[in-house]
């Protein structure tokens, strides 16, 4: 089970405002290339600030807007004949990016330390290496979890929510990352798997 699985009820709320961006010409790279740029931008900012707790109010707020910011580059994309090799490629790269900008902050935050969130941000881009091998080697693009782009944002905007009303975070939550670091092993091979499940009798 994952956050993703909700993603058509998602779409379907936004598809009104999908129609009204594609009527004043805005474009699925447009979306695509405006959302990482925001994103590494408030990462930077965060970063440089992280000792200004209440600054976090950000992350769960942007990481909900990227989330249906996601969901609009795709939808035009799909549905108004905007599908692209380049928007292939932006889509895949500015998702890693993004995540990378966005997890930074947090190894300036106690209790956690740099090991912990550049392993995260190692193994979260290597979920979504492994998911678009599941397209190259397999059949589909895979996006199988437990802590899947969806699930992982979810997680990062709840610890932003938290720090902002705890400046002090509890120590066990340095525990949790490493629970963190595993599932994100676990997505890896369950990606792996899954893909090559689909072409298992060819």
């Not at 397209?135 to 610890?159: C, E, I, W």
Request: proline letters at 4%; glycine letters at 8%.
């Amino acid at each position: 089970m994952s956050i993703y699985d909700l993603k058509p009820k998602f779409q379907n709320l936004l598809r009104p405002l999908v129609i009204k961006l594609e009527q004043r010409g805005v474009t699925a790279n447009q979306v695509t290339l405006t959302a990482c740029a925001i994103s590494v931008i408030l990462g930077l900012i965060l970063t440089a600030f992280s000792g200004y707790h209440w600054l976090f109010i950000l992350i769960p707020i942007w990481l909900f807007v990227r989330m249906a910011l996601n969901a609009i580059d795709g939808m035009l994309a799909r549905e108004f004949n905007q599908k692209s090799r380049l928007g292939g490629y932006l889509n895949e790269i500015t998702d890693v990016v993004s995540d990378a900008a966005l997890y930074l902050p947090f190894a300036f935050v106690h209790p956690f330390d740099t090991l912990q969130i550049g392993l995260i941000i190692w193994l979260s881009a290597l979920t979504e290496f492994c998911g678009v091998l599941g397209q190259v080697q397999g059949k589909t693009r895979r996006y199988d979890g437990p802590l899947g782009k969806s699930d992982r944002a979810f997680l990062f905007g709840v610890l932003g929510l938290v720090y902002v009303f705890v400046p002090t975070l509890p120590d066990f939550l340095y525990w949790l990352l490493w629970i963190v670091i595993i599932l994100l092993i676990v997505t890896c091979v369950k990606r792996v798997k899954s893909g090559l499940a689909e072409v298992g009798n060819e």
